[in-house]
């Protein structure tokens, strides 16, 4: 960390500790607080007014919520014929003034509305807590789309990675903190105090999160990692109580196992990416001996595609009889005879099913394509959980970072829609129609 990111972080977490939290007592309607605070000029009267939005808005009903996202959507839009003048202008005379008023009218004023409301003391965390609701109510309104497009505007400039802070998560983290991290995990439930810490004390465990200075009690994502000294296969045989320790100083391998988001109002604000690359590159350099970093990863998609590919008209009686009886195996006895068929199948899902924009399906594995990582590995009944063989029946996989290559698979990725694998996999795989994979160079 970065002496002037620690210095941003220090003064903003003192700042927000110390502020005095303002209460707006203002009595006009929400509509009128809105249009008050954005034609405010005054720092101390806008703070007042933002303190009442604010506090109106989270005392609301969720009807009365919808009411003030529906303000923003309609009353607070672009006006569209200022903007065709505006661009009309620009394009007679492209000078420096036409561009600022083209600029300044292409943008919807619920964006400084929402700016003037961030300027109040601990607000940020308020504002995400704000599109949470939004996000809850787009499917009964599709219009409020457009103004969940200028939180994401917003939300993309505020939480950059220049302003996110990187923290180890161990056993002497404030206990706010860890009660989160047993709230957030998303992946592999965390049961208890005692399961977390298994997951943070031991010598081959680590934990970090992204923290941002306007939230900083509130990590932001966090991943869990085991050293390990071989490429793992199960989730259970990586979390077991009755595993051997084993010293850092022997481990070869970093194994990303769970990444959970934990806001829900940051959604489509990517962290991921910067995370595994930033603690990848802070573990090799505090510790030199580990030559491997791999992920063990569910595959969500894998069961709901097999069983779209058994109800598709072109599939065979065979291929039809086992994807039935895969989707309807309900443990790992169920599965374990079919577990060389079930690795040909994860392959040619991760490999070959594509949405109509050639990106994987697997959500998953769009994330860790899209940040340059290799598919290394497939594991039949590596997750026997009941959520396990309810997405995956039970397949868990390795993607492979590797530092010096991940720039070269993110372009690939990003540009020419090829995946990096292994050529068992891609074996594994077979023959379709679609958009490329690329093979590894080194020998798999």
């Known amino acids: 960390m970065s002496r002037t990111s620690f210095l941003q972080d220090l003064l903003a977490t003192i700042f927000e500790r110390t502020a005095p939290r303002l209460v707006g007592d203002d009595r006009r309607s929400l509509e009128e607080l809105a249009a008050a605070l954005i034609s405010e000029r005054g720092e101390a009267s806008g703070t007042r007014l933002a303190a009442s939005i604010l506090d109106r808005y989270e005392k609301s009903q969720a009807g009365e919520k919808a009411g003030f996202f529906r303000l923003l959507t309609e009353v607070h839009d672009l006006d569209a014929g200022a903007v065709a003048a505006a661009a009309e202008a620009y394009r007679a005379s492209p000078d420096a003034a036409t561009l600022a008023r083209l600029v300044e009218e292409a943008e919807p004023p619920r964006q400084e509305l929402l700016r003037r409301l961030n300027r109040l003391p601990g607000a940020t965390g308020r504002l995400v807590k704000m599109r949470e609701d939004l996000l809850s109510t787009l499917k009964e309104h599709p219009d409020f789309r ?227 990582a290799s598919l290394e590995a497939i594991h039949p009944n590596a997750d026997p959980s009941p959520r396990g063989i309810a997405q995956s029946c039970g397949v868990m996989v390795n993607y492979r970072y590797d530092l010096k290559t991940v720039e070269t698979n993110h372009e690939l990725f990003a540009h020419k829609r090829e995946i990096v694998t292994t050529r068992a996999i891609r074996s594994l795989a077979g023959s379709r129609k679609g958009p490329k994979t690329s093979r590894r160079t080194e020998n798999a």
């Open 146 to 372: 457009r103004t969940d497009l200028d939180f994401q505007h917003l939300f993309m400039s505020w939480f950059n990675r220049g302003f996110l802070v990187l923290r180890r998560i161990d056993w002497t983290t404030p206990a706010n903190i860890l009660e989160k991290i047993i709230a957030y995990e998303a992946v592999h439930a965390i049961n208890d105090w005692d399961d977390l810490r298994r997951r943070l004390q031991p010598s081959d465990r680590r934990c970090f999160a992204f923290f941002h200075p306007a939230m900083p009690d509130e990590p932001l994502i966090f991943v869990e990692v085991a050293l390990t000294g071989e490429l793992p296969g199960s989730i259970r045989s990586l979390l077991s109580e009755e595993r051997a320790v084993i010293p850092e100083a022997e481990a070869t391998t970093a194994v990303f196992y769970s990444i959970s988001n934990c806001q829900r109002g940051l959604d489509g604000i990517s962290f991921g990416n910067f995370l595994i690359k930033q603690v990848a590159t802070d573990l090799m350099q505090s510790l030199p001996n580990l030559k491997n970093f791999v992920t063990l990863s569910p595959v969500p998609g894998l069961t709901r595609w097999m069983r779209e590919e058994a109800e598709a008209d072109d599939t065979g009686e065979d291929r039809r009889t086992l994807l039935t009886r895969l989707i309807e195996a309900k443990s790992a006895e169920d599965l374990s005879a079919d577990s060389a068929a079930l690795s040909a199948l994860t392959a040619e899902y991760l490999v070959w099913a594509k949405r109509g924009d050639g990106l994987p399906r697997d959500p998953v594995a769009r994330f860790h394509f899209g940040n340059g």
